[in-house]
């Protein structure tokens, strides 16, 4: 039993995450604390810092690089984002755009949508004609749409990103400049007037590390660089693609960071439409994001209705508002990933644990038949909610012990067994316990401040901006 007591770091192999804020008390006799969690304590706590402390700003445009932003005369006289829709097919409609302060000068506020007037639950918002909204079937016309696809080369979001790059090369000559200009006045940042973490600088990522998000982050970016690399391919293969332009070749017209300020942006905007074709199911809608803002508790969503993409709300709005649509139901990781914020009281915001079964045991097989008898896997991962994390380790729990089960005897008792509980020691409980608070802490010890620490520096006036 002596060997049964030492931990043994192959049976439970997992993610780098880091641990819950909340106290967890496990069985009757043990209780350990484990202190903070990735997605609802490293990303949640980062932005905040980013939202009012450490304001990142970048000086070249969202789509085309450039200088800083400066509003000329003429552009002022070309009127705003709704004007122009109105101009060109939005009928009358219920909501308008405010401006809400950028967290810098140097940058001009950024536009939300508001309610005009008082709405109750059920009542539409405003209702896009598909002739104002970008979609595949505009950008490739039938012919090349399936020629692209099997490609598995550019994603949806580079060639949407690639068409509205080429078209603000057309500068007046557009149809798409004030939906192009609002982007750009947006700047790829989200409902905070944060930028996306894409586009932060190695400084400001370095804040993430002991985070998982920080990985996410980095091998985004390198999906994106690999799209890049792509475009010239699928630029000669689909003869048809974007012949309109008169422009040279994507990477010879566009450089890489322009790229990727693009992507960003049509990333942070881009709506997943529900029963439609392929061809549409990815649409960029003049008054849908980021003038819309995100919330995780709401259930209006922007939705293809004939020949229009309307909203339909779900609450009451006083005049004035912002309206808010769901997102989908996201963790955090993914919400600053994709828009640039979190949300403090996001139901879908998770830990990931990923446990695995020791594939080098001499009962692996039979471990692994009671594992998928009682619904897990021989790689298995566990989501630990916020506010949910004891019924998570409840779950948990089963499944380490099974890995600790190592005379015969016993797993041909767990094998007859109906339930998932396996009858261990209390000297093997201790072990699991152990271990599994160890891997806790070693996560904590991946991050380079503590919580506590975290919060003071985001208090304190002293904390320098980042410009």
């Not at 909340?22 to 009757?28: F, K, N, V």
């Not at 529900?274 to 969503?301: D, E, H, I, T």
């Amino acid at each position: 039993m002596e060997a049964s007591c030492s931990l043994r770091s192959s049976k439970f192999i997992s993610t780098p995450i880091r641990p819950l804020h909340h106290p967890l008390s496990i069985a009757s006799t043990i209780s350990i604390s484990v202190i903070r969690d990735p997605n609802f304590g490293s990303s949640l706590r980062l932005v905040r810092r980013k939202n009012r402390l450490s304001i990142r700003v970048s000086s070249s445009d969202t789509l085309v690089a450039g200088s800083r932003e400066v509003v000329s005369k003429k552009e002022e006289d070309l009127g705003d984002l709704k004007s122009w829709m109105h101009k060109n097919g939005l009928p009358p409609c219920k909501v308008i755009l405010k401006e809400k302060p950028s967290h810098n000068e140097k940058h001009r506020p950024i536009h939300y949508v508001a309610a005009s007037e008082d709405l109750q639950a059920g009542d539409a918002a405003f209702s896009v004609p598909n002739s104002l909204v970008v979609t595949l079937e505009r950008v490739l016309g039938n012919e090349t749409i399936a020629e692209l696809l099997t490609t598995n080369k550019l994603s949806e979001l580079a060639c949407l990103a690639l068409y509205l790059m080429y078209e603000k090369k057309q500068g007046k000559k557009s149809f798409w400049l004030p939906y192009i200009r609002e982007l750009d006045r947006q700047r790829g940042r989200g409902q905070l007037a944060v930028e996306s973490p894409l586009l932060w600088s190695e400084t400001e990522l370095a804040y993430l590390t002991g985070s998982p998000t920080k990985a996410e982050i980095l091998e985004r970016a390198e999906g994106i660089k690999r799209e890049y690399n792509e475009l010239d391919t699928v630029w000669f293969m689909a003869g048809s693609l974007f012949q309109q332009y008169p422009y040279d070749i994507p990477t010879e017209a566009f450089t890489f960071e322009i790229f990727k300020q693009a992507f960003v942006a049509v990333q942070s905007c881009v709506v997943h439409l529900q029963k439609v074709s392929l061809a549409r199911r990815f649409a960029l809608v003049p008054l849908g994001p980021p003038l819309l803002a995100y919330s995780s508790k709401c259930k209006a969503m922007l939705a293809a209705v004939d020949d229009a993409v309307q909203l339909v709300v779900d609450r009451p709005y006083k005049a004035g508002e912002s309206i808010v649509v769901w997102c989908g139901p996201q963790p955090n990781s993914k919400l600053l990933i994709n828009y640039g914020f979190v949300d403090e009281d996001n139901p879908y915001d998770r830990l990931v644990v990923e446990a695995a079964l020791n594939t080098e045991d001499p009962q692996y097989q039979d471990k692994r038949m009671v594992a998928q008898r009682n619904g897990k896997l021989s790689v298995q991962v566990f989501h630990v909610h916020a506010g949910r994390e004891k019924e998570a380790i409840s779950d948990m729990l089963p499944y380490l012990r099974l890995g600790y089960v190592s005379d015969t005897s016993e797993m041909q008792s767990v094998i007859s067994s109906l339930g998932p509980i396996c009858p261990v020691s209390p000297c093997m409980e201790q072990a699991v316990l152990d271990q599994l608070a160890d891997y806790f802490k070693a996560r904590l010890a991946g991050y380079p401040t503590t919580l506590s620490e975290d919060e003071a520096m985001v208090t304190s006036a002293q904390y320098p901006l980042i410009v």
